[in-house]
C-alpha cells in the first residue's frame, strides 16, 4: 500500500473528527491543521460526501454536518485499516470481468 493513501485515510478520518466536533469549519482552518492545500481538502470533502457523509457547504463559512448526523467509532487497529485499503487499491485496479466470481455452470 501506498504511504499516501495512508496518510489520506488518516486525513479523512481526522476530517470527520473535526466535522463532529465543530459547529463549523473552513477549508484554509482544515488545510493549515493538516498542512495540505485548500484544494486537496476540497477534494477530501468531495470523497466524504461521495462515500455518504451529509456535509453541509455554507458559502464563504465552511462546512458542517448535517443536524443529528454522527459516524459510530470504528474499531479497526492499523493493521487492519491498512488491508482494507490494500484491498481497494487490488479492486480498483483489477476490476475487469475476469475480477468477477462467476457462478457455477449446470
Do not use: C, H
Amino acid at each position: 500500500m501506498l504511504e499516501n493513501d495512508t496518510k489520506r485515510l488518516s486525513r479523512l478520518t481526522a476530517i470527520l473528527t473535526q466535522l463532529q466536533t465543530k459547529r463549523l469549519v473552513t477549508a484554509t482552518v482544515l488545510a493549515e491543521k493538516f498542512k495540505v492545500s485548500v484544494r486537496t481538502i476540497y477534494r477530501d470533502i468531495r470523497a466524504l460526501e461521495q462515500s455518504g457523509v451529509p456535509i453541509l457547504t455554507e458559502e464563504g463559512k465552511g462546512y458542517s454536518l448535517m443536524e443529528g448526523y454522527r459516524l459510530p467509532p470504528v474499531s479497526f487497529s492499523e493493521s487492519e485499516a491498512n488491508a482494507l485499503i490494500t484491498a481497494e487499491q487490488f479492486v480498483l485496479k483489477n476490476k475487469d470481468a475476469s475480477a468477477r466470481i462467476q457462478p457455477p455452470t449446470k
